[in-house]
């Protein structure tokens, strides 16, 4: 379960957090909504501790571990695995090498053994299968000339891999078709978990009929201003932000 | 030229005309070698040591950078086991399966060189110190001639104080399957200059693997000279490579003098991670239409290790395509240097030509700097250049990490991938290994000594 409580975080020296409280039980998706420069991928980036993302006041608990103690890789291990927006691309780096160095740097911290080769080859081979990646797509240096949907499938394959037990989604429907969309959302939907905390960040309730989420929460100026069921997407979506965040609400 | 003679000689170069006298009678070769040896101290004389104010030697200022001019190292030969090869060269490159030819502190060392019996009769091999005492007609014809550079101040020294090296000769249509390796060790605990020269004639349609290992057993302040030249007839096809593991405190001057003829084929690689100065002049000539270059090359640096490599690739003759693509990796205080000159002349239309090199800097201390000229004379032509110099990428090392990879790792990962870009241009499949697996140890921290 994920604890938010009163996150401050600043950007360059400018408060983009101004006090972000959240709570998701294991077993739950929580939607982000909220118009640009609102703080969804600011909140993403602080959760997963980029560099330049500086937490001024509160904490975040990831199942009793405060992630904001955490070096980067250290919070992946500890279960927070943030599939991006704009997945980069590793040339010079195939991806399998990726995946298995990925997958046994978490499995070396969470004190288990590494996978052996054959071992290894049959888990990510049966996920890619389930998600559509192509074996040859394996072979090739990660990201590298792939395709937008591509790119996003391969983020949701790393998720199912490395068995998160927080997973962030920025913005995982942008750039895709419908297509892509139903197999991306399939992936996630079979991730679900009880014991995993989900959280969807995304501008649009496109993706959220797929992603079907516990809880909607509406951010804006660095704040949640407004929260409700799954039907709250809906109702933003055709009345749009500004009745739920106030103009006055900072 | 007069600016130059006028310019009080150093006490390193009055140390270098002083040896040259006071050697010269121990030195092997007959009269027309001795001529030789006469034209090129000679030469060296008016040209003195390089300096930054001349060009081609802007960033690597060996008038600075050589303090004294080492003793020449002598003829007699220090003993190295097998064992030794094996430790100085690792056992990867020590188990090539190749031919060995082992120079021990720049002399012939005939107890470890073997040619291995399946191809005796496709590689002929005699020392030079042999071959300069009763030196062939042909090789008199031919013998520092091939892409001639007079006005080299290092090829002339190395001229003038050769003291023993390989004259190779694979021959017509020879395929050799086994590497030709060429080993050059420094074993002595005391710094000693060494003057290595290497003939190499490749004749019609053979087709060879050729590796030159500079490696060390001791690691003083040792200043090795080596100059290899190689012929390529028509139809060849050469993989000529160099791997350069001097001792942390040697200074290594070596120059690749190099004559590509008709349908050739010409595969340069080099592997710098030793010396604390190295400068690797790499000289090429199309002499033959239709014929290719590509050569590439790796740097790994670190302290305060200073590694230049300069390229003059002449294309003289129709129809000729070389490739050029250098990774360099720098961290500490170490600097490296590329400077990239093509040259097309007015005949050689047709020419495709293109030429990268890559820094990557792993500290804010870290210097690359890269001088491409490209002096093109024809008109229908392609020649490209590019050079980039930069740090790790922030964004990737962030998206890796936050795949759970420690700092050590993503880094590791991210200039493997740089530098494999080159290694990949390797065809000896045992050989690019070798060297990855050098560069992952390099990474490491576990060599450079």
């Given at each position: 379960m994920l604890k938010i409580e009163n996150l401050h975080a600043t950007v360059g020296g400018s408060e983009i957090l101004r006090g972000i409280s959240l709570e998701i039980p294991n077993g739950e998706v929580h939607a982000i909504m909220g118009p640009n420069g609102s703080g969804k991928s600011t909140l993403s980036y602080v959760l997963s501790g980029r560099d330049g993302y500086e937490v001024t006041q509160g904490t975040a608990m990831l199942n009793g571990t405060n992630l904001l103690d955490l070096e980067v890789d250290e919070r992946a291990a500890a279960g927070v695995f943030l599939a991006f927006q704009y997945p980069h691309e590793i040339p010079g780096v195939a991806t399998f090498i990726f995946l298995r160095h990925a997958l046994n740097s978490v499995r070396e911290a969470r004190g288990q053994e590494e996978l052996t080769t054959p071992d290894f080859m049959r888990l990510v081979k049966g996920k890619a299968a389930e998600l559509g990646v192509k074996d040859e797509m394996l072979k090739r240096p990660l990201n590298v000339g792939f395709s937008g949907g591509e790119k996003k499938r391969m983020e949701i394959l790393q998720m199912a891999i490395m068995e998160p037990s927080l997973c962030i989604l920025d913005e995982t429907d942008s750039g895709l078709d419908i297509d892509a969309l139903k197999t991306v959302s399939e992936g996630v939907n079979a991730l679900r978990s009880p014991d995993r905390s989900m959280l969807v960040i995304t501008h649009y309730q496109r993706l959220l009929d797929y992603i079907v989420p516990d809880k909607v929460h509406v951010l804006s100026r660095g704040q949640i201003r407004h929260s409700g069921g799954k039907e709250l997407a809906l109702e933003l979506e055709k009345s749009g932000y500004a009745e739920f965040v106030g103009e006055d609400a900072a | 030229m007069t600016a130059v003679t006028n310019i009080q000689k150093t006490d390193v170069e009055l140390g270098l005309a002083q040896q040259f006298d006071d050697t010269r009678a121990n030195l092997p070769g007959n009269d027309w070698v001795d001529t030789l040896r006469e034209n090129a101290i000679r030469s060296f004389a008016k040209l003195g040591l390089p300096h930054r104010r001349v060009e081609a030697w802007k960033y690597t200022d060996l008038r600075s950078m050589l303090k004294e001019a080492k003793t020449p190292a002598d003829s007699d030969l220090n003993s190295v086991s097998d064992a030794d090869l094996y430790q100085a060269l690792g056992a990867d490159l020590h188990g090539l399966g190749a031919h060995h030819i082992v120079f021990v502190d720049g002399i012939y060392d005939e107890e470890n060189s073997f040619i291995i019996g399946d191809e005796a009769g496709l590689v002929h091999m005699t020392s030079l110190a042999e071959t300069l005492d009763n030196p062939p007609e042909w090789f008199m014809q031919n013998f520092n001639k091939v892409n001639p550079r007079e006005d080299d101040h290092v090829v002339a020294l190395n001229t003038a104080f050769m003291r023993d090296g390989a004259v190779i000769e694979i021959v017509k249509n020879a395929k050799l399957k086994r590497p030709v390796h060429l080993i050059s060790v420094s074993s002595s605990a005391s710094g000693q200059a060494i003057t290595e020269r290497h003939f190499i004639h490749v004749e019609e349609g053979a087709t060879a693997t050729i590796l030159e290992s500079y490696v060390h057993l001791c690691a003083p302040d040792t200043q090795r000279n080596s100059v290899t030249e190689l012929s390529l007839e028509k139809s060849a096809r050469v993989n000529h490579v160099k791997f350069q593991l001097e001792g942390v405190k040697a200074a290594h001057l070596s120059n690749w003098m190099v004559s590509i003829r008709e349908s050739a084929n010409y595969r340069g690689f080099q592997f710098t991670i030793g010396a604390k100065v190295s400068r690797n002049t790499i000289n090429v000539n199309?002499?033959?239409?239709h014929s290719e270059a590509d050569i590439s090359g790796v740097a790994l640096l670190r302290d305060e290790q200073h590694a230049d490599t300069t390229m003059d690739i002449v294309h003289g003759v129709p129809h000729t395509l070389s490739r050029e693509l250098f990774k360099t990796v720098v961290d500490d205080r170490g600097r490296a240097i590329f400077q990239g000159k093509l040259t097309v002349k007015p005949?050689?239309?047709k020419t495709d030509a293109n030429q990268m090199a890559h820094g990557m800097l792993l500290s804010d201390t870290a210097e690359f700097d890269a001088k491409p000229e490209l002096e093109i004379h024809a008109d229908d032509v392609v020649c490209g250049h590019g050079a980039t110099s930069g740090e790790l990428d922030e964004d990737m090392m962030f998206y890796m990490r936050q795949r759970g990879m420690s700092m050590d790792t993503v880094q590791t990962l991210l200039i493997l991938a740089f530098v494999g870009e080159s290694f990949d241009l390797i065809e000896d499949k045992e050989i690019r290994a070798a060297f990855i697996a050098m560069a992952q140890a390099w990474l490491g921290g576990k060599t450079g000594e």
């Open positions: - | 199309f002499d033959g239409s005949d050689a239309q």
